[in-house]
């Protein structure tokens, strides 16, 4: 297959790329400094390419040829500057929703293009109808055990906010909530995949590595399972 990737320099994009090459597929990576990307990975099988997401026209422009388009675009770059990222979500956490229209539109050129964008855990219903980007309380809880400003409840909405808008659409889409707790680890190819609930281990919490993220990502990309559709993963 032909699989684009939008932040492929990310924490969760690159390890996408991986795993996209170690399967054998040919990848269209793309990134704010493509010239930069591409000096410092010399891969076969990989081509880099700067895109504008946020910009309908950028996107439409780089799809040609791509089978699927995964999107796991951050402001900033969440890999060398996490804290930066964060910055950025909480002064605009309409990002989200404003890529998930342009990707949307740039589809309408190119509709049998599939796409997968990698969104957030806090639209995920923690109970039956309860979804924690609703509820302060649940998310404030929820960003002091992550270590996070509860500032960045606003960014959490702002994924959630994405989804709506790609759920009003009839593209080929499918939104990825990794689990709550995500980070480089082990990959280990044994997890667990839910739809619009978490995924919960033996001791209650919502976790996966970076690695068998891109592992369903891609097993998603070659097996559609969940268009038009959210799911999530977890051990």
Do not use: C
């Not at 690159?14 to 054998?24: F, N, Q, Y």
């Amino acid at each position: 297959m032909h699989i684009g990737v939008i932040g492929a320099t990310g924490t969760i994009g690159s390890r996408v790329v991986t795993e996209a090459l170690h399967r054998g597929h040919t990848v269209k990576a793309f990134s704010r400094d493509a010239a930069q990307a591409q000096r410092e990975e010399r891969r076969d099988d990989i081509t880099w390419a700067s895109v504008d997401v946020l910009d309908a026209k950028s996107v439409a422009g780089a799809l040609s040829g791509l089978d699927v388009l995964i999107s796991g675009f951050q402001p900033g770059n969440a890999a060398k500057d996490f804290a930066d990222t964060v910055r950025r979500s909480i002064a605009d956490p309409t990002v989200y929703a404003t890529a998930a229209r342009a990707l949307l539109k740039a589809l309408e050129s190119r509709p049998q293009t599939r796409l997968i964008v990698i969104g957030g855990a806090g639209s995920l219903e923690i109970e039956p109808g309860v979804v924690r980007a609703d509820s302060d309380e649940l998310l404030h809880a929820a960003l002091d055990q992550l270590g996070l400003p509860r500032e960045y409840a606003a960014a959490v909405r702002g994924h959630r906010d994405a989804l709506a808008v790609l759920r009003t659409s009839n593209r080929l889409w499918t939104y990825f909530s990794p689990a709550e707790e995500i980070g480089p680890g082990e990959r280990t190819g044994r997890f667990r995949i839910g739809g619009d609930q978490p995924v919960l281990d033996a001791e209650g919490r919502s976790r996966i590595s970076v690695e068998d993220a891109a592992i369903a990502l891609i097993d998603e990309a070659e097996l559609p399972r969940f268009v038009q559709r959210r799911f999530t993963i977890g051990y």
